[in-house]
């Protein structure tokens, strides 16, 4: 994590839908944490030992405590089947301090888009413009059926949102899209629907427009082949299966490399490289950077050995 732990404890934790978990964390000594604003995320230091990060969808009146909604993703990298099955309530973990990549620009009118997953960010601008009083704001939700659907209470009722049950997840925003104005456009959700909005879009000012796409970064392929990792520091070499990361090979061994993101899209796993092939799976470095950079969380090889300077 890059910035200070924070220890909580599980005050709340349920299925509130589809294999989706609603966690509420509170702080372990009853004080007041750090300020999240809408759009904010927490990297939590899963039971599994990964550090994901998760979006703050709410916070308490109190303030000392964060709300989340988490996916267990059984195709995904371990974290969140982690925290759907191995937490229960009274469980303590450390979480990041809120952090932004989604920031929400205050504005005269929002158009607030969430495909699946993608409502924990949205939602938290939902409750900012409930909260603020704005009204010229829409929030479209699409997801796949009712029991697939998160914050039905909080959102029925309000004028202002459509969810919309598909399970394709087509919408035609066309009409909302085709006459560009002052609208700040907020889009979270699969790539599919970040790529159709961005499509849609490309005749707005970039200013107006912002996404954020869960979809990580696939470390580990099925055709992907275990390699050697040498260790310039102790002459070590070790083997990276091909069911593994070098992120998590090299730790198993006790060498410390730090991470947050742990899906290469931060930069805090940067390590250096001598020589090998190297299959650069990550969203964070330029050309430059790469000829003599990799971030071990997602990064492979695409020849039998990479040297480190570790
Ligand atoms: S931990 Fe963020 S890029 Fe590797």
């Given at each position: 994590m890059k910035t200070n732990k924070i220890k909580v404890k599980i005050t709340t934790k349920r299925e509130?839908?589809?294999?989706l978990f609603f966690f509420e964390l509170t702080s372990v000594d009853a004080s007041v944490l750090p300020q999240a604003n809408p759009g904010d995320y927490i990297a939590v230091e899963t039971p599994s030992k990964d550090n994901r990060h998760y979006s703050i969808a709410s916070t308490s009146n109190d303030g000392k405590s964060y709300c989340l909604v988490i996916k267990r993703e059984p195709?995904?990298?371990g974290g969140s089947i982690s925290m759907a099955d191995n937490t229960k309530e009274g469980d303590e973990l450390y979480i990041s301090e809120p952090e932004n990549e989604f920031s929400f620009v205050e504005g005269d009118e929002h158009l607030l888009i969430a495909g699946g997953i993608g409502i924990t960010p949205i939602f938290s601008m939902f409750e900012h413009l409930v909260k603020t009083k704005h009204e010229k704001f829409k929030l479209i939700y699409l997801t796949k059926s009712e029991s697939d659907t998160v914050f039905l209470n909080n959102l029925m009722?309000?004028?202002?949102v459509s969810i919309h049950y598909s399970k394709d997840g087509r919408y035609d925003f066309w009409d909302l899209l085709m006459t560009p104005s002052e609208k700040h456009i907020y889009c979270c959700g699969p790539k599919s629907l970040i790529a159709e909005i961005k499509d849609m879009t490309g005749h707005w000012p970039t200013r107006l427009i912002h996404f954020e796409d869960f979809t990580p970064v696939e470390a580990i392929r099925a055709d992907d082949k275990a390699f050697t990792v040498r260790v310039k520091s102790t002459g070590e070499v070790i083997t990276v299966s091909e069911k593994e990361t070098m992120i998590h090979a090299l730790r198993n061994k006790g060498y410390k490399i730090n991470s947050s993101c742990e899906s290469g899209t931060c930069g805090s796993c940067k390590v250096t490289h001598l020589s090998g092939v190297v299959d650069h799976r990550d969203l964070a470095l330029d050309d430059d950077e790469k000829k003599n950079s990799l971030l071990a969380c997602v990064s492979r090889s695409t020849g039998d050995e990479i040297l480190l300077d570790i």
């Open positions: 509130v839908a589809n294999q195709e995904g990298r009722g309000n004028d202002n």
